[in-house]
C-alpha cells in the first residue's frame, strides 16, 4: 500500500453497458480535470432496501454497478441530486459509481461499500478508507485498511481542526491533524504483523481503543469476500494493480458523544 497513489474507479463498462471489474491500473480520464466525480451524501433506509443519495453534476445520468453486472441509474436533478435504491442485502456490498455527461464518463474514485445496516464507505486502493459519518466530539476509529506487507491506513471521525495521536500495541505510530469535514487518515509509522494487534487514538475530546485482528486474506477467485468479525465487516478485495487489500468497518458505537 505504502507509495501507491488512489486510483480511479475500476469499474467501467464494456460491451453492452455491462460492468468490468478491472485488475489492472485505470486510466485518468480527461473529464476528470474540470467535472468533480459523481458522490454519495447519505444513506437511508427506504421502501424495498436502502437509499443512497448523492450529488453529481445537473442533469447527469448516474450509474451504480455491480460486480456481477446488476445496473442501477439515475437523473441528477438540477441540483445535481439524485437517488437510487438497491434491495437489502445479508452482507456487505461493493459498487462502481460513474456519472456520464454528454456522453463522458466520470468515475468515482475506489468502491463505495454498503453494509447491511446502511454505512456507506469509501474503499480506496492504496489509502484509507473514507467512512460516511459526521464528525465526533470524542475521537472514533472506524476503520483500517492493511495489504499483505502489513502497511496500513487508520481512518475515522474526530472533532475539526483537532490533533490526534495513534499508539499500536501502546507505541506511537503516528498522528494527523482531523479535516474541515471531521475526518482523519493517515497510514501508521511502522507496519503490522499477521496478529491481533491494539489500537488507541486519543485526542481532544477522549480516546479510542480497539483490539483488531489482521490476519492475511486467502487468495481471492473473485473482486471481493465479505465476513463477520466480532465488532467489524472485514472486506478483502482486488485493487485494479491486480494486487488485495483488506478493509475493517469497524460497527458503529452504541452512543456517540
Not at 460492468?19 to 480520464?29: A, F, G, I, N, R
Not at 437511508?44 to 450529488?55: D, K, V
Not at 489482521?214 to 472485514?234: C, E, H, M, N, Q
Amino acid at each position: 500500500m505504502a507509495g501507491l497513489l488512489p486510483l480511479l474507479l475500476v469499474v467501467a463498462c464494456g460491451d453492452g453497458g455491462r460492468p468490468v471489474w478491472k485488475t489492472e491500473p485505470s486510466k485518468p480520464l480527461a473529464v476528470a480535470g474540470y467535472l468533480t466525480p459523481p458522490r454519495v451524501l447519505a444513506v437511508r433506509a427506504a421502501q424495498g432496501g436502502t437509499a443512497l443519495a448523492g450529488l453529481a453534476a445537473p442533469g447527469a445520468r448516474v450509474r451504480l454497478g455491480e460486480p456481477d453486472g446488476q445496473l442501477r441509474y439515475a437523473t441528477a436533478d438540477g441540483s445535481g441530486l439524485w437517488t437510487i435504491v438497491v434491495p437489502p442485502s445479508a452482507g456487505p456490498r461493493l459498487f462502481g459509481l460513474a456519472m456520464v455527461v454528454d456522453g463522458r464518463t466520470v468515475q468515482a474514485e475506489g468502491y463505495l461499500a454498503l453494509t447491511p445496516d446502511g454505512r456507506a464507505a469509501q474503499l480506496r486502493a492504496g489509502g484509507g478508507t473514507l467512512v460516511l459519518a459526521p464528525p465526533s466530539r470524542r475521537p472514533r476509529i472506524l476503520a483500517l485498511d492493511f495489504d499483505r506487507d502489513g502497511a496500513a491506513m487508520i481512518s475515522g471521525v474526530g472533532t475539526v481542526g483537532a490533533e490526534i495521536g495513534l499508539r499500536l500495541d501502546r507505541a506511537a505510530a503516528g498522528g494527523s491533524a482531523i479535516d474541515r469535514q471531521g475526518r482523519f487518515s493517515f497510514a501508521l509509522s511502522r507496519p503490522m504483523s499477521s496478529a491481533s494487534h491494539e489500537l488507541e487514538i486519543s485526542g481532544e475530546g477522549g480516546e479510542d481503543v480497539l483490539v483488531v485482528a489482521t490476519g492475511r486474506p486467502d487468495p481471492l477467485d473473485r473482486p471481493f469476500r465479505a465476513s463477520r468479525l466480532a465488532g467489524a465487516w472485514r472486506i478483502d478485495w482486488m485493487t485494479p494493480g491486480g494486487g488485495a487489500q483488506t478493509t475493517l468497518l469497524f460497527d458503529a458505537p452504541a452512543t456517540s458523544r
